[in-house]
């Protein structure tokens, strides 16, 4: 943990080394933020509505999910419980980093907090008590959000001058991204089975037209993944 009042170098040196290990997803995300903002043009938000999804959700996997309904004419509470099941995750997010932050003043802590994103999560995550550093995190995190917004907006951009920007496969940024995510994670039987069902039951609602396959995948994942980190715990 960091002292109680750290000096301005103390501050700077852990934000900027933040700021560099995020590096590599902020360039990975980029593609997938010019899509977000030009599929919501796309979808006939105004450039302020399509910018401000990136600024106050800032969740690209439930923006896309969310644009997409809101194109296809789905009600409100669709889209809510979508993005809510979508977004679950954070919750286990939060509690893995409760014992990291519990002692941070309330302004880290919100702060934090709205910046907790898988990438960040990727990064922070596994680190330990003693290891966590909040203002690597803030670098690390504010990193990320300002490269989302600022991608975002050159999609917006992008999208009002060529309207056909969304055939352009750029989608695939948003698998590339988990897929970096999820790889060096898949350590253990657990998640690995978690990884594997939910490849195998998403792509089976996919094939069956099942508009809640992506809410069914993940819920199979999570429970075999649990199911198999509990057994082989009693095991041991």
Not at 208 to 216: K, N
Request: proline share 4%.
């Amino acid at each position: 943990m960091t002292p109680a009042h750290p000096s301005p170098s103390q501050r700077a040196a852990p934000f900027w080394r933040g700021t560099l290990a995020m590096m590599p997803l902020n360039i990975a995300v980029i593609p997938w933020g010019i899509l977000a903002g030009s599929f919501a043009i796309d979808a006939g938000l105004t450039n302020l509505e399509s910018q401000a999804m990136s600024a106050i959700l800032f969740a690209g996997s439930a923006q896309l999910v969310a644009t997409g309904m809101f194109k296809s004419g789905a009600t409100l509470s669709a889209m809510l419980l979508a993005v809510l099941f979508i977004t679950s995750r954070h919750l286990l997010y939060s509690v893995t980093m409760r014992s990291k932050i519990i002692r941070l003043p309330l302004r880290w802590r919100l702060s934090l907090g709205f910046l907790l994103t898988d990438e960040l999560f990727a990064i922070c995550g596994q680190q330990s008590d003693n290891q966590f550093n909040p203002w690597y995190a803030l670098g690390a995190g504010l990193s990320f959000y300002l490269c989302w917004n600022l991608a975002t907006l050159v999609g917006i951009l992008s999208g009002n001058l060529f309207p056909e920007l969304n055939e352009l496969g750029l989608e695939f940024a948003v698998a590339a991204t988990f897929i970096a995510l999820v790889v060096p994670n898949a350590r253990s039987y657990g998640v690995i089975a978690a990884i594997l069902t939910a490849l195998v039951v998403s792509v089976l609602c996919q094939s069956q037209g099942m508009e809640s396959g992506l809410i069914i995948a993940s819920l199979s994942a999570m429970t075999l993944g649990y199911v198999v980190e509990t057994a082989l715990e009693k095991r041991q």
